[in-house]
DNA sequence: TGAGGGTCTGCAACCAGTTGCATAAACTCT
DNA sequence: AGAGTTTATGCAACTGGTTGCAGACCCTCA
């Protein structure tokens, strides 16, 4: 391995110079500059973040933490905040967490050593928790609001209200809501949003809960949602879980049950019957988060927290259509 | 920050002492050794990996690079990988290549210094290149075959042979193949095998690609396969955009043409039709590339290599059906 | 009782960088 | 020409751990 030193005896400088070359190349003459990049790049040269990572406090790393990385909706994220952080020169740790808040807790933790922020996406921490953590390490929510932290919140509340007044406008009254996990702020954001625009339309809003943000969870749910012409769902995979539920039990989609999922994670939209959807703009999600995480890095303990609540809408396919006359 | 000087201190011992409380257990006496930890937990120590890193050479890190984060066929494996090197100490960065090679190239290099060693998924990269790469870091490679490395293949053959005989069994004597991105290991396996067993069965196989292995490469790819009775795809995402593309030019699927897809990457199966398709072992695959990076970091620069192949099988669902006599 | 061996701990060098300080050289200005 | 400033480089301490070596202590056995 080719340290510093190799490159500084090569070079007929100090050590002291080739690091500077690398990390402060304003205070090194250019001449002298361009002599150690070329012995550098000839001997191979490559800095030890580790060894910088020491002296500096910065690791130049940074963590993602998510509930499951195999829930479609999280994948565009993290590619885009790991593309964007790459960027910027940072790498990332993707981790996650079987939607277990004890082992969220661990994980941040552990990590917290060894990063300069942690993203947090939809954590299902009590908020006393976060910010204790926060003490320990920069943190950017996603997903989540957390009262004088810095957060990226996707405005599910606007879409959830857009689905309503869909149902509503094709002449849905029995609409029933399936919820997520307890904890997740976006059920609760769905739940709000939904249920006031529900009652200002003067139409009864069934909310059923918790389910389990996957297909399975929506495939349980099918039994309790009986006598509804219309059901709005957590996210797709709850949808599409829903769906399946439904067709097993004989009825229809959009025929019997007109079904909008949320979030618009499901690959190629080729589902039958096409879902109609809330999209949701996780890769931008993903490079604000890591802005303003890197924002927070370089302003140090005391930065000034933001909130960045970022659009949704509604998107209309083919599981939703007027209500049958009962 | 509180350091291994401040437990020291607080404990009344030698930082030595310290050290090899957390990393030599056995070398330090009993009570000592509680007594350390009790201070060191109540002041709150954790070691510093940075620190540590400098002087054994061992990150406790490992690198994972796959083509296309967002490809819902890596997800599972990611998680796999990932919660598997967790529970042996390590952590995981990821990073997507976006389907460029030379992007691939650069990241593993920078990578390389600050990982003990880089599982690739599915390289695109010449033969050549990657030994060349594995002369810097501990290299194990999934769904790729390259002499002398370690690898973990999945038997996508197996199931590609399975297909052909399943089509050939509904009686389809006009079948397409889809292969995908020019330098992907498995197009190349599934076009061999596939290739071979329509020849054994005497039913000729028309090859169709390079495509994108996205819906978008099935959905163009539609276009191609007039004339067909049965296509098999590259992946399943491409197999849904064909089915699109086939079902905009007013052909039914499985009505008029069977499709089966690969790898069984979809959430919840709840496509209609029901796609059949090959599984694979992604989950193991990963858990088992873990093992043997580590294996080989452990055993440094001259381990030994191993082969290890991993069975798929097909699965019937409800793309496929018997040929409808011209 | 003293040699031999094992166990435990401390000392100090080391890993690969960074950075405050000092100094020398070059330049600016009157 | 000399004082003052700027620029470029070297020196050495420092980051937070690890580890080879040496020595102190205790035990065992002849």
Known sequence: MVTIRDVARASGVHVSTVSRTF??????????????????AQLGYRPNRAARALTTG?????????????????????????????????HVFVADTDEDPVLEQELIETLSKQVDGVLLCSPRLSNQTIHR???????????????GLTTVLMDVGQGARAAIDHLVGLGHRRIALLTGPPGSWTSGEIRQAATDRAAEAGVPLTVVGP?????????????????????LCYNDLVALGLIEGLV?????VPGDVSVIGIDDSLPGRLNRPKLTTITMPTAAAGRMAVDLLLAAVGAGEHAPHTTVRLETSLVIRESTQRASEP
């Open 248 to 252: 097993e039990r004989g009825l229809s």
């Open 58 to 90: 910065r690791t130049h790393n940074l963590g993602l933490i998510v509930a499951d990385i195999a829930n479609p909706f999280f994948p565009p994220l993290i590619k885009a905040a790991q593309g964007h952080a790459r960027e910027r020169d940072y």
């Open 23 to 40: 990390s402060a190349p304003h205070l090194v003459n250019e001449k002298t500059r361009q002599a150690v990049l070329a012995v550098a």
């Open 133 to 147: 953590l926060r003490a320990e390490v920069p943190l950017v929510i996603v997903n989540r609001r957390v009262k």
């Open 211 to 231: 389910n389990e943000p996957t297909e399975q969870g929506g495939l349980a749910a099918a039994d309790k949602i009986a006598g509804h012409s219309a059901v």
